[in-house]
């Protein structure tokens, strides 16, 4: 069973972003990038699946600029066997990236396709949703628990009211939760490994695919600053600030 893993180069979670001054979006110059956490947490399940014996083979797939190429060679590091890059200098959107990766799926028959539940730097949550649409499969988001027999999932998900277990059939989606497994630390070893691995190129033109922007970014605006809080030097106060200043209680 082969398994599909969707990795995007996003900016590293200790980065603190600024917005840019025309407010069109964050500033990414010169920042450090990384592989999304989710998608580490997504490689690390897939390896673990080969390392039992239930896949045979892990393809790590990253659609974005050249440099994705890093990303792809952590995955490697990590466990994947091979990768493929959809280069393009263009932004994508959760719809775009979709559509790639159906063409992708498409051209290796993965029987699962493990994502990260979300990219931490647009949060959008979208990408592991619509690929399932487009291509008519089963779907088990936010997977804290992942166990594969024949051609059956069981997937345990946190939700609100605590954990739902489904049970579906290949060839499915899975969407990674931050709780399904701590990925492994990369060794300098495996990192040399990785660089003989097989990193296929493709464009979006080779797949068919259009990726041109559906949604136009009005503003990307900074929170407000919070202003100063008090030290209140009882409760009484407390209380009587609440009440008449703050208007909460
Ligand atoms: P999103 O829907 O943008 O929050 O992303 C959810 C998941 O889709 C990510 O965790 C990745 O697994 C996958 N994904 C999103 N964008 C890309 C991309 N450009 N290349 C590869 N995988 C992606």
Redesign the pocket.
Known sequence: MKVL?????VVDYNVKVRVKSDQSGVDIANVKMSM?P??EI?VEEATRLKEKGVATEVIA????VVQ?QETLRTAMAIGADRAAL?QTDVE???LA??K??KAVVDKEQPQLV??????????????????AALLGWSQATFASKVEVSGDTATVTREIDGGLETLSIKLPAII??DLRLNEPRYVTLPNIMKAKKKQLDVYTPEDLGVDVAPRLKTLKVAEPPARSAGIVVPDVATLVEKLKNEAKVI
């Open positions: 893993v969707p990795v995007k180069r999304n989710f998608d997504a797939v990253s659609c974005g994705s959809v994508l959107q959760p990236v979709a790639l990766l493990i994502l990260g539940k979300q990219a931490i730097d647009d949060d959008a949550n979208q990408t592991g949703q619509m690929l969407t990674t």
